[in-house]
């Protein structure tokens, strides 16, 4: 069996069985979970090796890009602000960023940009991953750019532009990019391995990221007598959205996704590296009343705010429901649903996001549990893991 390192408690045993069967079986190559209940760690553990070679073990400081969980930590340096009075969510972005009012967008609030209803979910086309990498041109351009649809009225996930905007926004209240206030303000303070743009200092620590060997699920040919319908405007809004967003520019993955050029990047939406005690830190503040290993975040008041529910409903870049709250998506209320993480007991106050390939990050703040999970073999469809270890968590309770 895989040696597993770190902390279990002994109640959650079946937990770390499943790492370490998934290891052997080579189904992980490394990966590491978290688990705090009521402001304890009850789980810690990782396991496994940094690359397919298994050359180099998973340790405890391992970290690996954990794209759009980086989302997570974004929204807790913004709602920072909010909580310290320099940040008001009702306020017109252009309050704090002025040339933000071009095209129409006078009227975009801050709720807007951090709920994915902002009607900016990507560039307009033509737009490369090299666009990207130039931040102030980008976020420039998203600045000058007219919203998609009525800001508010819908939601549609933005993928690679909501680290753009709300970096851009954080830099403007602040006076510091959001790559620096998250080191001081976040990380640096409850020893969490969150790292947005690693310095080359910290190369030694990265695991390699594997692409999921699955291939995406191809659409079944329309029957030759059905007539070609109208697209409907979530469609329409899908496939502008993918033509304008950098991550389907970037060539091979395995390549650039472990270079040092993608490392070094402080993309505010998809280039953290973390582990999941490093995500599970941070999170454990949403789901203790602002305070993770005696260090105070935010207020209660503040984590509130994330359950005002933004947009419901069918999400034009999934094509699935998800309930957006401010900064995060929020669980279905009743029943579960087909949405991104489709394992997701409902609940009134749980919020959480993940990133391409299986890292999530979750806090129920009713329970006062949060989750945390990292790896570097990326999932796609059936073979994704993380709903797996959901499941046992929960079973386990």
Known sequence: MAGIKGLCNPRFQRVQEMLSEYIDAGKEVGASLYLNIDGEDVIDMWGGWRERERETAWTEHTIVNVFSGSKN????????????GQLDLEA??????????????????????????????????????????DAERSTARLAAQAPWWKPGTRGSYHASTFGHLNA???????????????????????????????????????????PADEPPPTAAAPAASAAPSEPTEEEIISKRTRLGSFSGTLGDPLTVFN???????????????????????????LSNDGVSHGVKLLSPA????????QASGIDAYYMKPIRWGIGYALAPLETKDKGPLPFILPSKRTCYWYGTGGAMAIAEVERRITIGYVMNQCQAGRNSLNGAYYKAIYDCL
């Open 259 to 285: 270079s040092p050029e993608w490392r070094r990047t402080d993309f505010a939406g998809s280039s953290g590296h973390a582990n999941a005690r490093g995500l599970g830190r941070i999170m454990t503040a």
């Open 168 to 210: 851009e926004l954080v830099r403007r209240v602040s006076g510091r990019s959001l790559r620096e206030f998250i080191a001081s303000e976040i990380a640096e303070p409850m020893d969490a391995d969150f790292y947005l743009g690693v310095s080359d200092k910290d190369f030694d620590k990265v695991a390699t990221i594997y």
């Open 73 to 84: 930590v974004t929204s807790v340096a913004l709602l920072m602000l909010v909580d310290r």
């Open 92 to 133: 017109p972005v252009a309050k704090y960023w002025p040339e933000f009012a071009q095209n129409g967008k006078e009227n975009v609030l801050v709720r807007h940009l951090m709920s994915h209803t902002a009607g900016l979910p990507a560039w307009e086309p033509p737009f490369s991953f090299d666009d990207a990498v």
């Open 302 to 309: 503040t984590i509130d705010l994330i359950f005002r529910e």
